[in-house]
Every structure is written in structure tokens, then in C-alpha cells.
């Protein structure tokens, strides 16, 4: 087979058809499914450690089936930049004490209320409030990294009489 610049162009086009369409499947999946976030920062420990490697799925936020217990990644609600990795403690119709005031709070319609595992070592709705539904990216399921603490989360003692 003799190399032309028609046979040329034309594995060129299939080869950037095949980059495409993989890489939309990537994101797609990133961005609807599930994608992969280190955690950093003490405000989950010892459920999460900073530098762990975090599996999220994005289903249970799209279809409004996040629990209380569960641990979710949100945008800060601080800084929209950033992202922060906490636990639901209450969602919208329940009432909980600010423990920061010891304030009652009525958590409002489309909103949780988030809160480090470590609470002396967390800012959390203690401090910016009640975060809307809207800001919640995914919830984490699966610890990856390290691989001695590989294998899913669930409700901490703690969290599970919630």
C-alpha cells in the first residue's frame, strides 16, 4: 500500500473520529456517572484521610436519592472554586442544633446540612450554613487509594442512628 495524501487524510479522519468519540464517552462518563477526586484536608478523618483517592457517583445527586449519612463532594459554598467533601447530617424539613451557637435550624426546602467527620477540625454548615441541593456534585462510595483501605464506605457507627 502506497502512502498518498488521500490514504493519508483519510486515516487521519478516522483516527480523530475514534479521539472523539472516545473522549466524549470519558467525559460523559466524568461528568454524569462517576469520576475520581483526592481528598485533602483533616474535616473527614478517620473516614476519609487526606491524599485518599475517592470514587463518586453522580446518580444519586441527578435523581435526588442522597440520605442523610451519606458522604457527599459539593462546591464550597465559600468559594465556588473549590470543592469540599463532607457528610449529610440533616436534609430539608429536618431541624437540627447549630452546635457552633446552638442555634435550631430548620433546613430548608432544596437544602442539607454538611458536616465534617472530624468536628473540631471542620468548617462545615456549623460556620456557612445550610448548602443547597444544587451544589452537590456526587456522592462517595469507594475508597481507592490507599490500596491497604481500598473497598466501600458506609454509614459510620456514629451516623447510622441519624
Given at each position: 500500500?502506497?502512502?498518498?495524501?488521500?490514504?493519508?487524510?483519510?486515516?487521519?479522519?478516522?483516527?480523530?473520529?475514534?479521539?472523539?468519540?472516545?473522549?466524549?464517552?470519558?467525559?460523559?462518563?466524568?461528568?454524569?456517572?462517576?469520576?475520581?477526586?483526592?481528598?485533602?484536608?483533616?474535616?473527614?478523618?478517620?473516614?476519609?484521610?487526606?491524599?485518599?483517592?475517592?470514587?463518586?457517583?453522580?446518580?444519586?445527586?441527578?435523581?435526588?436519592?442522597?440520605?442523610?449519612?451519606?458522604?457527599?463532594?459539593?462546591?464550597?459554598?465559600?468559594?465556588?472554586?473549590?470543592?469540599?467533601?463532607?457528610?449529610?447530617?440533616?436534609?430539608?424539613?429536618?431541624?437540627?442544633?447549630?452546635?457552633?451557637?446552638?442555634s435550631i435550624i430548620s433546613i430548608k426546602r432544596g437544602h442539607v446540612w454538611l458536616e465534617g467527620?472530624?468536628?473540631?477540625?471542620?468548617?462545615?454548615?456549623?460556620?456557612?450554613?445550610?448548602?443547597?441541593?444544587?451544589?452537590?456534585?456526587?456522592?462517595?462510595?469507594?475508597?481507592?487509594?490507599?490500596?491497604?483501605?481500598?473497598?466501600?464506605?458506609?454509614?459510620?457507627?456514629?451516623?447510622?442512628?441519624?
Open positions: 500500500m502506497t502512502l498518498t495524501p488521500h490514504v493519508l487524510v483519510r486515516a487521519l479522519g478516522k483516527s480523530a473520529l475514534k479521539i472523539i468519540q472516545y473522549g466524549s464517552l470519558v467525559y460523559c462518563t466524568l461528568e454524569f456517572v462517576a469520576d475520581f477526586v483526592v481528598c485533602s484536608g483533616p474535616s473527614m478523618q478517620p473516614t476519609i484521610q487526606s491524599g485518599d483517592v475517592v470514587l463518586t457517583e453522580h446518580i444519586s445527586v441527578m435523581f435526588n436519592k442522597i440520605q442523610k449519612g451519606d458522604i457527599v463532594i459539593s462546591k464550597s459554598p465559600k468559594a465556588p472554586k473549590e470543592y469540599i467533601c463532607k457528610r449529610v447530617v440533616a436534609m430539608e424539613g429536618d431541624c437540627i442544633i447549630n452546635t457552633e451557637d446552638n467527620d472530624n468536628k473540631t477540625n471542620s468548617i462545615d454548615s456549623r460556620s456557612y450554613g445550610q448548602v443547597p441541593y444544587g451544589l452537590l456534585r456526587g456522592r462517595v462510595f469507594f475508597v481507592l487509594w490507599p490500596f491497604g483501605r481500598l473497598g466501600s464506605l458506609g454509614l459510620s457507627a456514629e451516623n447510622k442512628g441519624m
